[in-house]
Antibody, heavy 120, light 108 residues
Framework: EVQLVESGGGVVQPGGSLRLSCAAS????????MNWVRQSPGKGLEWVSL????????YYADSVKGRFTISRDNSKNSLYLQMNSLTTEDTALYYC?????????????WGQGTLVTVSS | SYVLTQPPSVSVAPGQTATITCGGNNIGSYSVHWYQRRPGQAPVLVIY???DRPSGIPERFSGSNSGNTATLTISGVEAGDEADYYCQVWDSGSHHVVFGGGTKLTVL
């Protein structure tokens, strides 16, 4: 059974930093591209970032480029999101999401999310 | 970057058919995926590659994609189908995953 468990969310002041983690199990982790997707209160889903299975290729939404860094440790079956220079606009539930693996960039499994609140 | 447009809300009586659209410039040339997000739950993939259903998704859910509109159709709507639905594509030009704004399905 595929499981994705996020952690690391919390309350942080504007301008601060936070590192999210996602522990993956139930599938061959290094075969799968992974995403971070977020949902702000009252808003829709927003893609944040994607990383290839071997970690060589990364993509970012324009809203986070230069501030967030996605990474992975395949030896630990773990995905990360380093978030710097946070603003109130980054307040959201952050989901770890597994790519479907068929070159269509669908997401076939989602974690339950970890909540990030940026507030002074 | 590429923009996907969905109606904010759709309402349907139980047993009827719900149609949720996703508009985009020449979206028929993209592979479209659909997600269901019930309140308080993580999203679930219900249609991928325009028309395919993951295992466990009822046959009541179907998809189509042509021209400038992709469509998710839910036949025989049940109370449990009440949720937000999102379309999604991969924009190879910008290397971005793109979501539509979401449609709230209300079962009357």
């Amino acid at each position: 059974e595929v499981q994705l468990v996020e952690s690391g969310g919390g309350v942080v002041q504007p301008g601060g930093s936070l590192r999210l983690s996602c522990a993956a199990s139930g599938f061959t982790f290094d075969d799968s591209a992974m995403n971070w997707v977020r949902q702000s209160p009252g808003k829709g889903l927003e893609w944040v970032s994607l990383i290839s299975g071997n970690g060589d290729t990364t993509y970012y939404a324009d809203s986070v480029k230069g501030r967030f860094t996605i990474s992975r440790d395949n030896s630990k079956n773990s995905l990360y999101l380093q978030m710097n220079s946070l603003t109130t606009e980054d307040t959201a539930l952050y989901y770890c999401a597994k790519d479907g693996g068929n070159s269509g960039y669908d997401v076939d499994y989602w974690g339950q999310g970890t909540l990030v609140t940026v507030s002074s | 970057s590429y923009v996907l447009t969905q109606p904010p809300s759709v309402s349907v009586a139980p047993g009827q058919t719900a149609t949720i659209t996703c508009g985009g410039n020449n979206i028929g040339s993209y592979s479209v995926h659909w997600y269901q997000r019930r309140p308080g739950q993580a999203p679930v993939l219900v249609i991928y590659y325009d028309t395919d259903r993951p295992s466990g998704i009822p046959e009541r859910f179907s998809g189509s994609n042509s021209g400038n509109t992709a469509t998710l159709t839910i036949s025989g709507v049940e109370a449990g189908d009440e949720a937000d639905y999102y379309c999604q594509v991969w924009d190879s030009g910008s290397h971005h995953v793109v979501f539509g704004g979401g449609t709230k399905l209300t079962v009357l």
